[in-house]
């Protein structure tokens, strides 16, 4: 990974946007004291993802955004972005990661022009074996800190360099979707639990339904059977009350006669 432009406006002294250009090769910043070199390489750490105010000389995150001086109001905003190249001569594959905060809004993240997490952030930098907190990158009155490195910081300095810093931070992110999946397996445990006491009710409601059906059918036969019955009845009930009808008839014109 190449990083090939440093543009920055409204990030500590710089104040006014500012380009700073790095070709390939060797890339001196010289000035005086307090014209802000040390403030380019915290420009370059803090849009890799630094979180650390102390680490960037300030009491809060928003102590990186121009404060005013006696002839200039303070900035509402800073915005850094890095225009890197994470191809080769061959093939440049250029990606341009911006950084920027608001007062009272906190800080976000773009790849090329997307918006991003943090983590993905530092992600492509642990990828190219670099980043905020890469060893390569010597703050102020850090190069003593360097030479008595615990060998624990002198074994990640070799991990960087060897380029497998990048593998460290996929594992981790790995174990954390792990434990988020366990405790999703867990929760859905629950609910499983929760949906079986659900579907026993349901097959005894089930079941309940089937013997109404069946009974309500047994009755509208047995309903039908006494209609039928009734109406047998009555028809014989009349076919009598006819044949009397007839025979008194009979009998009227016998003694008409
Ligand atoms: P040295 O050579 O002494 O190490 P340097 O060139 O590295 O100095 P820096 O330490 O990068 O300089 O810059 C310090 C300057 O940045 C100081 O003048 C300080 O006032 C200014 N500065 C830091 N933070 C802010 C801010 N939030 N707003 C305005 N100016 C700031």
Not at 24 to 39: A, F, H, Q
Not at 69 to 79: D, G, I
Not at 212 to 223: C, D, H, N, W
Not at 240 to 254: C, F, G, H, L, P
Request: overall charge positive.
């Amino acid at each position: 990974m190449q990083i090939k432009r440093l543009r920055i406006a409204g990030f500590k002294s710089f104040v006014d946007p500012a380009d700073l250009r790095i070709e390939p090769g060797l890339t001196g910043v010289v000035g005086p004291n307090g014209c802000g070199k040390s403030n380019l390489l915290e420009a370059l750490r803090w849009t890799m993802g630094e979180n650390s105010a102390r680490s960037l000389r300030g009491a809060g995150m928003e102590d990186v955004i121009f404060a005013g001086t006696a002839t200039r109001p303070p900035r509402a905003f800073a915005e850094v972005s890095i225009l890197l190249d994470t191809g080769d001569a061959a093939n440049p594959d250029e990606r341009e990661v911006v950084r920027r905060i608001e007062r009272g809004a906190g800080s976000a993240y773009r790849i090329d022009g997307r918006d991003v997490r943090a983590k993905d952030v530092a992600l492509l930098f642990a990828d190219a074996a670099t980043g905020a907190h890469s060893p390569a990158l010597v703050s102020q009155n850090r190069i003593g800190a360097v030479i008595a490195a615990k060998p624990a910081e002198r074994r990640a300095m070799l991990e960087e360099a060897a380029g497998i810093a990048g593998l460290h931070v996929r594992r981790k992110d790995a174990e954390q979707k792990l434990r988020a999946t366990e405790a999703n397996l867990l929760r859905l445990d629950e609910l499983i639990a929760e949906q079986d006491v659900r579907a026993a009710a349901l097959r005894r409601q089930a079941r309940a339904a089937d013997r109404y059906r069946a009974l309500s059918e047994q009755i509208r036969v047995a309903e039908g059977r006494m209609i039928f019955a009734r109406w047998r009845d009555a028809v014989a009930a009349a076919d009598a009350a006819r044949a009397e009808a007839q025979a008194a008839e009979a009998q009227v014109a016998a003694a008409t006669a």
